[in-house]
């Protein structure tokens, strides 16, 4: 019989790999044009987690049976989330503005708005560029409505660092009011400010800056 501890280090080590591997844009195990992609690693991602839940929740005699377990049930709640993401992420591609990125992580979707068609310089008043997406991110959500919105906002370095983060957080929560103006209970809306602490490419030129300028609806599943 494999020992316990041997169960719960793989386990761990299994979790963390998993972990690791998820990164915004990337996939486990990624296969060209593989349309269940993100549904298989919704299910490693559960798998793993379960596995590690599993052994910790036990005494030493049972952790390996119990991180088996929780593989399994992780594993197949972890499927269901991808499956449901995959869902979302088509129908929002379809919804969206093509200026709208959308990153799916098998565990998570990301969607990014550009501030240059949010807001004006220096303003949290949302432009009409874009309220019109929000409005379907909106709809789109209340139809998937079993997750929770973290409303993010980013600026590039330019300015004083105080005033980025003041910023960020006024046109985070700009965006959020929005999203709840349009029916989305407030209750599954959390708002952030990051000011230039996050940035996604350089701030030493005017494409960069531009990168890092923007407000991320990060869509997070809630458990089951």
């Known amino acids: 019989m494999i020992s316990s501890k ?33 549904t298989k690693n919704g299910a490693l991602i559960g798998a793993g987690a379960g596995a590690l839940l599993g052994a910790l929740s036990k005494g030493d005699g049972n952790r390996g049976d119990a991180a088996l377990k929780g593989a399994i049930i992780g594993g197949a709640v972890g499927a269901g989330v991808g499956y449901s993401l995959d869902r979302q992420e088509a129908e929002l591609r379809k919804q969206l503005n ?70 960020s957080e006024g046109r985070a929560r700009a965006v959020g009011n929005i999203l709840a103006s349009e029916g989305v209970p407030r209750n599954r809306l959390q708002t952030f400010g990051r000011g230039e602490a996050q940035p996604v490419a350089s701030n030493l030129t005017p494409e960069g800056k531009a990168q890092n300028r923007r407000v991320e609806i990060v869509i997070l599943p809630n458990a089951v």
């Open 98 to 167: 093509s200026n709208v990125a959308i990153t799916n992580t098998g565990d998570r979707l990301i969607v990014t708005l550009p501030n240059n068609l949010l807001f004006a310089t220096d303003s949290t008043a949302v432009s009409a560029t874009l309220q019109g997406d929000l409005r379907a991110l909106a709809q789109n959500v209340q139809t998937y409505a079993n997750s929770t919105l973290q409303v993010i906002g980013h600026t590039d370095s330019d300015g004083d660092a105080a005033y980025n983060q003041e910023l």
């Open 6 to 38: 041997f169960t719960l280090a793989a386990a761990v080590a299994g979790a963390m790999a998993l972990g690791a591997c998820t990164t915004p844009g990337g996939n486990i195990l990624a296969q060209p044009g593989d349309p269940n992609q993100k």
